[in-house]
């Protein structure tokens, strides 16, 4: 994927990712600038997750999803009461907890999930950065802690 | 200004009163029994736009409409501000807009939901705002839900 034409695509994606978005669904926004999204959530009684989304060569590869506390370290603990697509366990590439989900590229590159390819997601409107974030969001919002 | 020309407006004149009277009464009370008449198909088909009442000489009770924002991850609908509709409309009328209006190719898997300070609460496009027991003003998001894998 050119460069350019990644780039072009991401600032499309992330134009929407807006403050007024941000407020409403409490999405605290660190960078939107190519190639990372960097988003906190928040949530009344919650402890903050932040999620770093490298999109080198987006969308012709899904981005690379890593999980953080507040600060912006890595989070090395797994998260407390976690629904399905956090996996405290290291992943076998990336070697750290990682979001077991489609459209997250820990996934497709996981031995277990290589047989569903994102080229099957891509350019679906639910596998849009936003719509990403919305389903890892989703999740996010069943647990607790 | 000619004698022609008096006469003209005052013709003008008098016809917009009369015009004026008739929507001030007539139709007016058509407009309204017809907004608060609950369950007409009819009117689901018909009062489905936003501000459809408004400028109607407030006639409408307020416990009739509701005001919606649709929020998503490709823009907000209206893109700023409330739509205002019938609360005896399905949610769906509204989130089929948004998703015409932001150019949204395929919503299947998405959900619905409202945010209150409690959270998100869930909330059926197939019923109205009324069998969804929602009233006033409405933020209402609506995105993919939660992803498969693990």
């Known amino acids: 994927m050119h460069p350019a034409a990644a780039k072009a695509l991401f600032d499309a994606d992330v134009a929407m990712l807006t403050p007024a978005l941000g407020k409403r669904r409490g999405w605290t926004f660190h960078s939107l600038a190519f190639p990372l999204v960097d988003c906190s959530f928040t949530a009344s009684g ?30 090395t603990t797994p998260l407390a009461n976690p629904t399905g697509v956090f996996n405290g366990s290291p992943h076998p590439v990336a070697n750290r907890q990682f979001i077991c989900m489609r459209g997250s590229r820990e996934y497709h590159t996981h031995p277990s999930h290589v047989g569903d390819p994102w080229e099957n997601l891509r350019g679906h409107s639910s596998y849009t950065i936003g719509g990403i974030l919305t389903q890892i969001w989703n999740a996010w919002l069943k647990g607790t802690g | 200004m000619n004698v022609n020309n008096i006469v003209f407006t005052a013709i003008n004149a008098s016809i917009n009163s009369v015009l004026m009277a008739i929507d001030n009464t007539f139709i007016g009370q058509l407009l309204y029994a017809y907004v608060t008449t609950a369950g007409s198909p009819v009117k689901e088909q018909t009062m489905n736009t936003e501000h459809s009442m408004e400028g109607e000489g407030g006639h ?39 998703k015409e209006a932001l150019k949204i190719k395929d919503t299947a898997g998405w959900i619905a939901s409202v945010i209150t300070p409690a959270g998100k609460r869930p909330v059926d496009p197939a019923k109205t705002y009324a069998e969804n027991g929602l009233s006033g003003k409405l933020e209402i998001d609506w995105g993919p839900s939660e992803g498969g894998g693990g």
């Open chain 2, 60 to 98: 409408e009770s307020h416990d009739h409409f509701v005001e919606v924002s649709i929020s998503t991850t490709a823009g907000f609908f209206p893109a700023e501000g409330f739509s205002r509709v019938p609360v005896n409309q399905k949610v769906d009328v509204e989130l089929q807009k948004a």
């Open chain 1, 46 to 75: 919650r402890t903050p997750l932040r999620l770093r989304l490298m999109c080198i060569d987006w969308n012709e590869l899904p981005p690379e999803i890593s999980l953080h506390n507040a600060d912006g370290t890595l989070l």
